[in-house]
C-alpha cells in the first residue's frame, strides 16, 4: 500500500487544536453505567467535536470498554446524560447508533480474511443491480467505489481483489476507517487500533486517523499508549477504575504529564518516599506529588470541550 500525501504520524501536532469550533456532536454528561453492585464507570463527561480527536486512556480495568459500549449503542448507561446533537439519546442496539453517524471500528476489524478487499468494504450493505426477483450484485461498482473512497483517504491497494486477509494490520485497520467513513459516520470510534501493531504499521494507522480528522470527522481513539494518543490527539481523557481522572486539551498537558497520569503518576507518586528504600529501585525517574498538576476535569457543558 502506498500513498498519496505526506505522512503526519511521525511529527507532534501544534498545540492549537483544529476544528472549528462547532458544537458538540456526541456528549456525555456524569454518565455512568452500573452492572449489579458493580460500578464500571461513574460520573464521566466527554464531548466529542467535528474535526478533532478526542484521546481516551486508561490501562485495564480502567472503564474504556464501558464506555465505547455505552458511545456505540451496546449498552445503556445507567446514570447521567448521554446526548446526540444536544438532544438526549438512549440507544437500544449499535444500529440505532450508526444511523445517527456513530461507527466503532473495533480491534478485530469484524472482517472475513479470505474476502476480497471490495467484498469486506460493503459487507453487510452490498450494492446490488436489476429487477426483483432476479437481483445480483453490482460487483464492478462496489469495487469503483470501494477503490475512491480508499484513495479519497490517501489508501491506494494494487489489488482489490486479494483477500484482506493478506494486507498488514494497519492496512485493514485503514480500510476499515474508510468504510466507516463511506457509510456516513460523523463519529469514529477506534477500540486500541494500534494495540497489536508494530511502530510503521502504528505510523499508518495514525495517519489515517489525522486523516479522518481532517474530513470533519469527531473521532474518539481509545488507548493505552500515550506516544500514540499524543501524535494526533487534540483533547485528552484518562480513566482510572471507572472514573474521570483528567480531562485537558493539548495546549493545557504536555506528553510527559500525560504519561505519568497514564501510568499512575499519583500513586507512585505517593509512594516514592518508600519505594526509595527499596534495593535496586531508581527512584529518580518518578515523579512528586507537585508535579502532578495537569487540569481537573471540567464540569459538565453543553458548549466546548471537557
Not at 49 to 76: E, F, M, W, Y
Not at 86 to 103: H, M, W, Y
Request: net charge negative.
Amino acid at each position: 500500500m502506498t500513498s498519496n500525501g505526506s505522512g503526519t504520524a511521525g511529527a507532534v501536532l501544534p498545540d492549537t487544536p483544529p476544528g472549528d469550533g462547532s458544537a458538540a456532536i456526541v456528549e456525555l454528561r456524569g454518565a455512568g453505567k452500573s452492572y449489579g453492585n458493580v460500578r464500571a464507570l461513574h460520573g464521566v463527561s466527554l464531548a466529542v467535536h467535528p474535526g478533532r480527536v478526542t484521546c481516551v486512556l486508561g490501562d485495564n480495568g480502567a472503564g474504556k470498554s464501558t464506555l465505547i459500549k455505552i458511545v456505540s449503542g451496546l449498552h445503556q448507561h445507567s446514570e447521567g446524560e448521554f446526548l446526540v446533537d444536544g438532544t438526549a439519546v438512549r440507544f437500544s442496539t449499535p444500529r440505532e447508533a450508526l444511523a445517527k453517524g456513530i461507527a466503532t471500528v473495533y480491534q478485530d476489524l469484524a472482517t472475513v480474511p479470505l474476502m476480497p478487499v471490495w467484498r469486506n468494504f460493503f459487507l453487510g450493505s452490498e450494492l446490488t443491480k436489476g429487477p426483483w426477483p432476479v437481483r445480483r450484485l453490482d460487483i464492478a461498482r462496489m469495487k469503483r467505489t470501494a477503490d475512491e473512497e480508499l484513495r479519497n483517504m490517501g489508501i491506494v491497494l494494487d489489488d482489490l481483489d486479494q483477500p484482506i486477509g493478506t494486507l498488514s494490520g494497519g492496512q485493514r485497520q485503514s480500510v476499515a476507517i474508510a468504510r466507516a467513513v463511506h457509510f456516513g459516520a460523523r463519529v469514529l470510534i477506534l477500540d486500541e487500533p494500534t494495540a497489536a501493531l508494530g511502530v510503521k504499521q502504528s505510523g499508518v494507522v495514525l495517519k489515517y486517523i489525522a486523516a479522518a480528522r481532517d474530513r470533519g470527522l469527531g473521532v474518539i481513539f481509545i488507548t493505552h499508549n500515550p506516544h500514540h494518543a499524543y501524535m494526533v490527539g487534540d483533547h485528552f481523557s484518562v480513566l482510572r477504575l471507572g472514573t474521570l481522572e483528567l480531562s485537558a486539551d493539548r495546549g493545557e498537558i504536555g506528553l510527559e504529564e500525560l504519561t505519568n497520569h497514564m501510568a499512575g503518576g499519583a500513586e507512585l507518586a505517593a509512594l516514592k518516599h518508600e519505594l526509595a528504600q527499596v534495593r535496586g529501585v531508581d527512584v529518580q525517574e518518578l515523579p512528586d506529588s507537585e508535579d502532578l498538576r495537569a487540569p481537573a476535569p471540567a464540569p459538565a457543558s453543553s458548549e466546548g470541550t471537557p
